[in-house]
């Protein structure tokens, strides 16, 4: 393995195991330390990637939400598309990710600050927005407020996160019953007689 390859793999380690301290702690709950420790390395070795604990917190977050824009962008029905999506969110978050949101508070640093909320709107928020128009514009969805079904779909989607484990469930099953209340809401379907 070469520099640039054991660099490369050093990085990735240190967010995948950030990734999953900061889901279980929060911003504050995690020390560098702590870091450290779970990937083996030195506060040296870390401070070599990431300035210090609110960079690497704002390029895990970052890191994360990368996945989300492929997922969104996969060929299929609108209903395939969601459910992908929302199988993708429920399989990379333990904990509801408002929760991760809401550490911003945490970022004092613009860029970092910057670097999430530019990270949170193209990745994820802005092509489900996107798949809403698209939606709504082929007669799929009803004519609404685009972004009010954006928020309502990741609300549903927020409120399974970690409940697959807890129910004995495949995220993929979740994913199918998370649309299908999305789209047809939770009315039993009746057959009117004209």
């Not at 301290?21 to 401070?47: A, H, M, N, W």
């Not at 990270?119 to 939606?135: H, S, V």
Request: with cysteine; hydrophobic share 40%; glycine share 6%.
């Amino acid at each position: 393995m070469n520099q640039s390859e054991i660099q490369n793999t050093n990085s990735e380690k240190i967010l995948d195991v950030s990734w999953q301290l900061f889901q279980q702690k929060g911003y504050r709950g995690v020390s560098v330390d702590e870091i450290c420790l779970q990937v083996g390395i030195t506060k040296p070795t870390l401070y070599y990637y990431f300035h210090n604990k609110e960079e690497l917190f704002a390029r895990v977050l970052e890191h994360r939400l990368k996945n989300f824009h492929e997922a969104i962008s996969t060929a299929g029905s609108l209903a395939e598309r969601l459910q992908n999506v929302a199988r993708t969110i429920l399989e990379s978050f333990e904990s509801d990710y408002s929760f991760l949101l809401r550490d911003r508070e945490n970022l004092k640093q613009p860029e970092n600050l910057a670097r999430v909320r530019v990270a949170f709107r193209t990745e994820l928020y802005k092509p489900i927005n996107d798949l809403m128009r698209e939606g709504i514009a082929l007669g799929e969805l009803a004519d609404q407020d685009a972004e009010l079904l954006t928020l309502a779909f990741l609300g549903i989607v927020n409120n399974f996160i970690g409940k697959s484990a807890e129910k004995g469930l495949e995220n993929s099953y979740l994913a199918q019953g998370v649309v299908r209340l999305f789209l047809h809401g939770a009315a039993v379907a009746r057959i009117s007689k004209q």
